[in-house]
């Protein structure tokens, strides 16, 4: 069964830390591209960071650049995002994706599997 599963999600107060993990069955984590977004109430889904098949590169959104990194753990087949000094702003639900490009993309166009979301919000 192809999926991606997030959790970690929660609530979290404003200049604390949380790390959002995503399971993925190998399929659809091997040699791809995997990236978070994130959709908040009433806005579009937005790009937040991307990590390529080999761990080494990654891009940001400017909004959470310095902040979040994202990283993998090819040999578990696991997506890791870890959220510093979050914001009321980053309050939204958080979704792990695979794409089927080897190349790092931004765009939620170029990514075919998703996870259901975890809900992270932030107290100021």
């Known amino acids: 069964q192809v999926q991606l599963v997030e959790s970690g999600g929660g609530l979290v107060q404003a200049g604390g830390s949380l790390r959002l993990s995503c399971a993925a069955s190998g399929s659809i984590f091997t040699r791809r591209t995997m990236g978070w977004f994130r959709q908040a109430p009433e806005k579009e889904r937005e790009f937040i960071a991307a990590i390529a098949w080999m761990g080494g590169q990654t891009i940001y959104a400017d909004s959470v650049k310095g902040r979040f990194t994202i990283s993998r753990d090819n040999a578990k087949n696991m997506l890791y995002l870890l959220i510093n000094s979050p914001e009321p702003e980053d309050t939204a639900v958080y979704y792990c994706?695979?794409?089927?490009?080897?190349?790092?993309?931004?765009?939620?166009?170029?990514?075919?599997?998703w996870g259901q979301g975890t809900q992270v919000t932030v107290s100021s």
């Open positions: 994706a695979g794409s089927r490009r080897l190349q790092l993309t931004p765009s939620a166009f170029d990514y075919d599997f």
